[in-house]
């Protein structure tokens, strides 16, 4: 024993290890193996693979899992669905009581799971403890709150049916809690796969969910590696698929599940900015340094690793940081005076080793404190770059490490430039004790979570996912519910729109069919920009109407033509930040011209399309009835303040996506045209549309009324042409940030595969037609949540 | 070392806790800490996870509440303080802990002692007499303690009564009203002035954070004070509605890490009031070796006040050395 005397001496913290014989136990009862978790009980794979998991910080096999195969996979989603129907079809109050009691139990084994967790993934206790299994709990505790006020709060909406969820190893208890959560609370059934390397809580969780008794096969557990998550997301029984991992995975589910009618959420990587500003309080921003890269050995999507600091302060503040750097301890994960623990396998280590050398060859400098790394074990000393170029490897790619690359910035222009010079976009910390600048700055940043003056923080309550390539959809909250939810009217049977062959559109003359007088020719060239513009390739083609007669000519537009009109829509920012107030004016500015001309429509209608003038006539008000509606919702669609922790003020916004994309279908030609294009701009997007190729003009026809609306230039661009040929450029375009297609099932298929690229969010119709005439199907709130993404801004206060 | 000023006492050898560099001070620097910010969210946000992120057990908890019980000024400041009460607490300061525990802890070569006695003026004389040849030594509170609402020729008069009386060191309390309205200069002059007449004994320059409020003048009061040759700067009387809390600890610390990085000067600091259980006297010590780092885990630097603290840190101490609970009438009260 340590003399008391020299203990007096040294000051040490000595070794404060947390118990584990209680999980060792638990191991040791599981030595022959885990099974799958199905129907309600433990089974063995069906063909007998099996994989090892390991202990990060010993470097020993602590437990083997199953490895699922596409047999597991389909008896836990046969299960899966089984269970929905009597699950879905609870009382909200019953499957609330079922997801109160997963919390309580969860609180009840919070030791047990907390020392687990840290065996299995290599983080240290403290965070398990403090942060995973408590925040695990509460998730649970909230969404029983909403399985009990589902039904009166989202109603016209059930539940998806069977979700397939894939979690990654960096917070195993956390995000499985995040995606089983709401998905039971919604009335809908799981199954999920945990990370290769940490399933062991989550079988941890399939024995909490026997011992509170829910209902066999709502929840499925298959553990595996990639093959087995690549066999659920193509399970073709799989309602919806919610994966938090990777952008790269991320993308390949995007591409596989295109067309398939499944429903995604996607929480992927990022590289967030970490910006302190000159009048920040720079002792906090150390600890918030700490907090944003050094927590979970940075083994974090959002965590903050981009450190981009003010000039003035940059010397101050790092002196500051690495002076901090020393007092960090990297070590055993159970012991309670570890900061970092392990990380959470070779493999990792070797990628961020690789990386912090490829930074150094770059020319970035290197600060790595003097402190002791334990002998064996996957441990990696926290690291700090300074000196960093925007353009270095280090500085763009997600290194999932406890490695921060420093940056000088000199004006908050500046600092907002590079923070949003990233294909990412999850989240973003701002050190600033001006209230002016850094709500300025959480406006202009694109991500999906800001913290002002503190860094990593999260709650049930909250909203959390990314911007951009980080992904689309949120997890907590009211937001991430409707990721497990559906408008009622798309589960009940619908009327599949025709894919009636339609001849290629061609640039050559038609037969000559004018007789008599001669009008005065009106060509319907592009809209551009506020201009008309002349297609790129100079061609225009016929339009005809149901007779085969030629109605006119529109413009034949390509890709080029697509280019410019993003182009046009990127310059027009201004229309995102006018106010509200002021867009609703321009749209009831555009409902009046229309009505002006609503004679002029109605006769535009009936020619193109055949219908008759009752019908026409019924188009044109309801074109003009949507966009008062709209007009009418521009300053409504109010954000939210969540209630997450004391003191502080969580602002959920609705931020419109910039640009995006808009094709339409051939039905209601111009009423589907003013359905989906009036929430858009309502909501501050600029928009590329195309619209009908068989009925254009209805389009083409608007020029004149947003010309006399005052719609800005770039706001509203409308390209006529192929719509499945244009819908792939806009899906490929990195600019769009954002693509409703209304279609064929295939032009479907294809938008959704092309929009991986950038990781668009896209909403197609798979096909089916909607009423455009009914405003269940055609307006309303869910056009608007579609129009927009949530920013979730995290202002503490106090003085 | 220090004049002799004695009011009938001996010139006696100062404690060893006095024998390092003193702060002598610098001129008024507004720039160290005009533009301050501090962060309440976020300095709560650091003070409430650290007591979780270090944890001492066993014999190494055992030695850290032996070191806490070296730092504490054993203090009773009260209307009812008697020669005697005086007396009794300065036994209790003598030997803080019962002799078969300090056997137990293998430190009867060495027993622990407190860090000091504080009391009001008018006992330090007793408390000299009572720790004669104890090499503790006796702090006085002076000043106007608490509220220092009386005319600085009489503040000044009490610190040399006091001093000469033999007080070792000084408990000062700043004028809460020139840091609430921004007089710096007043401040510091005040301060400096009080600083003066301590002479050799050490100064102690009380913030009343309570009373400040906002940790952006808890800095800055505390800064002027260092500035102005403050020993040591302490948190509170123990009369303010809210005493010595981590967040405002967490900032005067961090002020006297600036302050040490301007001039090279270490200053002490004492939390005072509120620190009642071995638990607070832990999360304090953790937090003086994560932000300023081991030097400051000496009675030096590093202070408690207290008065009931000592007994808790005795009962837990007697529980590592039996593992039974421990019954406070098996302790010697102070």
């Not at chain 1, 539940?159 to 809690?177: E, H």
């Not at chain 2, 510091?188 to 009343?208: F, T």
């Not at chain 2, 967490?250 to 005072?272: C, E, N, S, W």
Request: glycine fraction near 10%; aromatic fraction near 6%; charge should be neutral.
């Amino acid at each position: 024993m340590v003399l008391v005397k020299d203990i007096l001496d040294s000051m040490d913290y000595g070794p404060s290890p947390e118990a584990n014989d209680h999980a060792s136990a638990w191991l040791e009862q599981h030595a022959g193996g885990f099974g799958h978790f199905i129907d309600g009980a433990f089974v063995a794979p069906a063909d007998g693979a099996m994989i090892d998991v390991f202990d990060p910080a010993r470097e020993t096999q602590i437990a083997r899992v199953a490895q699922g195969s596409v047999a597991d996979i389909d008896r836990a989603v046969v299960a899966a669905r089984r269970a929905f129907k009597p699950w879905s079809a609870l009382p909200g109050h019953v499957r609330a009581r079922h997801l109160y009691a997963l919390a309580r139990h969860i609180q009840k084994r919070e030791r047990f799971l907390s020392v687990l967790e840290s065996m299995d993934n290599g983080k240290p206790i403290r965070e398990t403890r403090d942060i995973d299994v408590p925040l695990a709990a509460r998730h649970f505790y909230h969404h029983a709150g909403w399985a009990e006020l589902c039904a009166g709060e989202f109603p016209d909406h059930v539940p998806v049916g069977v979700c397939g969820q894939i979690i990654p190893w960096n917070f195993p208890l956390l995000m499985l809690a995040w995606k089983i959560a709401p998905a039971l609370a919604a009335g809908n059934t799981v199954v999920l796969k945990p990370a290769e390397f940490t399933p062991l809580t989550a079988l941890a969780f399939a024995e909490i969910c026997l011992e509170v008794g829910l209902p066999r096969g709502v929840v499925n557990i298959v553990t595996g590696d990639g093959s087995t998550g690549a066999a659920l997301v193509d399970h073709a029984g799989v309602d919806k698929i919610a994966f938090t991992g990777s952008t790269e995975i991320g993308r390949l589910i995007r591409r596989v599940t295109a067309g398939t009618g499944k429903k995604l959420s996607l929480e992927l990587g990022g590289k967030s900015p970490f910006i302190v500003f000159e009048d920040a309080d720079l002792d906090a921003a150390v600890e918030g340094v700490v907090d944003a890269i050094w927590f979970n050995q940075g083994e974090v999507c959002c965590a903050g690793s981009r450190l981009l600091v003010q000039e003035g302060i940059a010397d101050r503040l790092y002196r500051k940081l690495r002076a901090r750097m020393e007092t960090l301890r990297v070590g055993d994960p159970l012991d309670k005076s570890t900061d970092i623990g392990a990380v959470v396998a070779p493999v990792q280590l070797d990628r961020i080793r690789a990386l912090v050398d490829k930074g150094t060859q770059e020319g970035a400098q290197l600060f790595q404190p003097s402190i002791a790394l334990p002998a064996r074990g996957c441990f990696y000393p926290p690291t700090l770059f300074t000196g960093v170029e925007p353009a270095s490897t280090i500085a763009e790619v997600e290194i999932f490490g406890p490695v921060i690359a420093g940056m000088t910035f000199r004006t908050p222009d500046e600092a907002v430039a590079l923070a949003n010079n990233t294909r990412y976009g999850l989240a973003g910390s701002i050190w600033s004790e001006n209230i002016d600048r850094a709500l300025d700055v959480a406006a202009r940043l694109k991500a999906g979570v800001i913290w002002i003056n503190a860094t990593n923080l999260f709650d049930a309550a909250s909203g959390f996912g990314g911007y951009r390539e980080s992904g689309f959809g949120r997890e907590g909250g009211r937001e991430g519910l409707y990721e497990y939810l559906v408008p009622v009217w798309e589960k009940k049977p619908g009327k599949a729109r025709k894919d009636a062959a339609r001849p290629a559109l061609s640039p050559l003359p038609a037969a000559g069919t004018v007789a008599g007088l001669p009008s005065i020719d009106r060509t319907a060239k592009l809209y551009v920009g506020g201009q008309q513009a002349r297609p790129d390739g100079g061609h225009s083609y016929s339009v005809v109407d149901r007779a085969g007669r030629s109605l006119g000519q529109a413009g034949l537009g390509n890709r080029k033509d697509i280019r410019n009109a993003v182009e046009a829509a990127a310059k027009a920012t201004g229309w995102s930040t006018v106010t509200a107030h002021n867009r609703a004016q321009v749209l009831y500015y555009v409902a009046e011209n229309l009505a002006a001309r609503g004679g002029e429509f109605e006769a535009r209608l009936m020619s193109m399309t055949g219908i008759t003038a009752k019908a026409a006539a019924a188009e044109v008000a309801a074109a003009i009835r949507r966009t008062f509606h709209y007009a009418a919702w521009a300053d409504k669609f109010d954000g939210a303040v969540h209630a997450t922790r004391a003191r502080h003020v969580t602002l959920a916004m609705n931020e419109p996506w910039g640009v995006m994309g808009i094709v339409c279908p051939d039905e209601a030609p111009l009423l589907a045209v003013m359905s989906l294009v009036m929430p858009a701009i309502a909501m501050g997007n600029r928009v590329i549309v195309v619209p009908s190729a068989r009925h254009p003009l209805a389009a083409t026809d608007l020029y004149q009324v947003l010309d006399t609306s005052d719609v800005p230039a770039g706001v509203v661009n409308i390209i006529t042409g192929e719509p499945d040929a244009l819908a792939k450029v806009l899906a490929e375009h990195d600019e769009v940030s954002a693509l409703w297609y209304a279609g064929s099932k295939s032009g479907s298929a294809a938008v959704e595969a092309a929009a991986a690229g950038n990781l668009k969010a896209t909403w197609v119709d798979h096909g089916r037609a909607r009423d455009w005439l009914d405003d269940i199907q055609a307006q309303g709130r869910d056009f608007l949540r579609r129009a927009t993404q949530v920013k979730n801004i995290w202002v503490p206060y106090g003085e | 070392m220090r004049s002799d000023v004695g009011l009938g006492h001996a010139p006696r050898k100062l404690a060893l806790a006095n024998h390092r560099q003193r702060n002598e001070g610098t001129a008024l620097q507004m720039a160290w800490f005009d533009a301050m910010q501090v962060n309440l969210s976020a300095a709560e946000r650091r003070t409430a996870t650290l007591p979780a992120r270090r944890s001492v057990k066993k014999e190494y908890q055992a030695a850290w509440l032996v070191k806490a019980v070296t730092c504490i000024d054993l203090t009773t400041l009260a209307g009812d303080d008697t020669p005697g009460r005086v007396r009794r607490l300065c036994a209790k300061g003598r030997r803080p802990l019962r002799d078969d525990l300090v056997a137990a802890l293998g430190l009867a070569d060495d027993p622990p002692r407190v860090g000091a006695i504080c009391v009001y003026p008018a006992m330090v004389g007793p408390a000299v007499k009572a720790l004669d040849g104890s090499g503790i030594p006796v702090a006085s509170v002076a000043t106007g303690f608490p509220a220092g609402q009386t005319p600085l020729a009489q503040r000044l008069g009490e610190i040399r009564y006091a001093v000469g009386e033999g007080a070792a060191e000084i408990d000062i309390v700043i004028s809460r009203a020139q840091a609430l309205t921004g007089d710096w200069q007043g401040l510091y002059d005040e301060v400096k002035a009080m600083r003066e007449a301590c002479g050799a004994a050490h100064l102690k320059a009380i913030l009343a954070t309570g009373d400040l409020k906002t940790l952006r003048n808890v800095y800055k009061a505390g800064m002027v004070a260092m500035m102005a040759g403050a020993d040591f700067i302490k948190t509170s009387t123990g009369k303010e509605d809210v005493n010595a809390t981590l967040p405002v600890s967490l900032v005067m610390l961090r002020a006297i890490r600036d302050y040490q990085h301007q001039t090279g000067v270490r200053v002490g600091f004492k939390p005072a009031g509120g620190l009642r259980t071995a638990k607070d006297a832990l999360n304090w010590l953790i937090l003086m070796k994560e932000e300023l780092g081991r030097p400051w885990l000496e009675p030096d630097l590093f202070r408690i006040g207290a008065s009931s603290l000592l007994a808790d840190i005795e009962r837990q101490i007697e529980h590592f050395v039996t593992g039974r609970y421990a019954a406070g009438h098996h302790h010697a009260v102070g």
